[in-house]
């Protein structure tokens, strides 16, 4: 056993050690702000972005509330799962020992639990994911005198050891809002039938530290006819760092200016780079959209409204 670390097997499961190590966890560490929301907004699995070790690509995930597929209750589900396996030669098969870490901010320590298995664990196609059911109780990593969750902050951390380390450890910060800010904009069409572009877009708005428009397909996106397409989107996501992702919670409401029969959608989606913009293909049909008995198009006037909640972002460093 190394110098600073101490170790029990007390209440875990067989074949588990768990240990405390005053060493930081030397590939990955996951900072999450305000725990609890993932709860509220129902994140009942959260995966971080890919780090690498021994010469795979790794993630952590971690179910808040337990792996309700392995119907685990009152405690915090955590696993180290392989990544990119896609690049793998086929019958790809890769022996890894890792440890899961949980940092104690009064003892500025760290809980450390890994399997005994001293080849490790067998990842394979059909087997991707190994970790910890039980990882630790609600009831103990909640208890401030342990440190775990301070302020609704805490800290996980992954080793993995495969072979012989290739890179240097990356850190992932998860920053959830606890109670997050509804920002509303309207958006008023004026000509709408003299339309002639394949895509409208609003005014370009600042929400949080980014910005947003919303996009209008008059004809629908990609051609698929007899639709009016809605979308929410990032104005400037090639201006996104590298790895950065944002959970939004958003409404599109086409408004009904005759008697208050507003068409609307509303959608949670996480944000990035490579995924840019969500919204509804099928928003509404051109027949629904053009009824003279209702106002949605009304003197050639079309107004919009987005209502829009940032509730958390991810941000990785190295």
């Known amino acids: 056993m190394a110098i600073g670390e101490s170790c029990s097997q007390a209440s875990l499961p067989q074949g588990d050690l768990r240990s405390t190590s005053e060493a930081p966890p030397a590939h990955y560490i996951l900072n999450i702000q305000q725990f609890s929301s993932l709860t509220k907004h129902n994140v009942e699995r959260y995966e971080s972005h890919e780090f690498e070790a021994g010469g795979y690509k790794w993630k952590l995930v971690i179910h808040p509330n337990g792996n309700k597929s392995k119907k685990v209750g009152e405690f915090i589900s955590v696993y180290l799962a392989i990544a990119d396996t ?7 098969e890769v022996y890894g020992a890792f440890k899961i870490f949980l940092l104690d901010q009064n003892n500025d320590t760290y809980l450390k639990l890994e399997d005994e298995r001293i080849n490790g664990r067998r990842f394979h196609r059909l087997r991707t994911e190994w970790g910890f059911d039980q990882f630790i109780s609600l009831e103990e990593f909640g208890d401030s005198n342990n440190g775990y969750l301070l ?5 996980f951390g992954a080793e993995v050891y495969v072979h012989k380390e290739r890179s240097k450890g990356k850190t992932e910060s998860l920053s959830m809002v606890k109670d997050a800010v509804i920002y509303k904009r309207t958006w008023r069409i004026s000509n709408y039938t003299k339309l002639i572009a394949d895509c409208e877009s609003s005014n370009v708005f600042n929400i949080g530290d980014h910005k947003w428009k ?31 992702k944002i959970l939004v919670e958003f409404t599109l409401r086409m408004v009904d200016q005759l008697d208050s029969r507003h068409y609307s959608g509303k959608a949670s989606y996480w944000f990035s780079a490579s995924n840019p913009e969500w919204g509804w293909q099928r928003f509404i049909t051109h027949g629904t959209f053009f009824q003279t008995n209702r106002g949605l198009l009304l003197k050639d006037v079309c107004c919009i409204e987005a209502e829009v909640a940032i509730h958390g972002e991810v941000t990785v460093f190295g």
């Open 214 to 244: 919303v996009q209008l397909y008059p004809n629908g996106k990609g051609g698929i006819g007899g639709y009016v397409s809605l979308k929410l989107a990032l104005a400037e996501p090639e201006k996104l760092p590298s790895g950065t």
């Open 151 to 155: 302020g609704d902050n805490c800290v």
């Open 86 to 92: 896609t690049s793998l030669a086929p019958g790809w």
